[in-house]
Nanobody, 118 residues
Framework: QVQLVESGGGLVQPGGSLRLSCAASGIIFSAYTMGWYRQAPGKQRELVLTISSAGGTNSADSVKGRFAISRDNAKNTVYLQMNSLKPEDTAVYYC????????????WGQGTQVTVSS
């Protein structure tokens, strides 16, 4: 049984930082491309960052220079470090795991809410 469990969301002021974690089980973690996606109210789910099994990353333009993704294969965990947060970063953030398929056909976590507000 595959499980992706996100944590680390919350309320933060503009300009602040948060680190999200996603702990995976039930998969050969090191072989999977891991990703973070987000969905704001009334909008479609969108890519934030992904990291391949080889460590290559793919980022949305909106978060370049502010967000970073990393993985710890020994802990089966992927992280999203978010700096210089803006109100428009407010969304539910989802962890995704995929292997030789699209993100839509991969595994998803339950999501964690990130709210950026003063």
């Amino acid at each position: 049984q595959v499980q992706l469990v996100e944590s680390g969301g919350g309320l933060v002021q503009p300009g602040g930082s948060l680190r999200l974690s996603c702990a995976a089980s039930g998969i050969i973690f090191s072989a999977y491309t891991m990703g973070w996606y987000r969905q704001a109210p009334g909008k479609q789910r969108e890519l934030v960052l992904t990291i391949s099994s080889a460590g290559g990353t793919n980022s949305a333009d909106s978060v370049k220079g502010r967000f970073a993704i990393s993985r710890d294969n020994a802990k089966n965990t992927v992280y999203l470090q978010m700096n210089s947060l803006k109100p428009e970063d407010t969304a539910v953030y989802y962890c995704n795991a995929r292997y030789m398929t699209s993100a839509a056909n991969g595994y998803w976590g339950q999501g964690t809410q990130v709210t950026v507000s003063s």
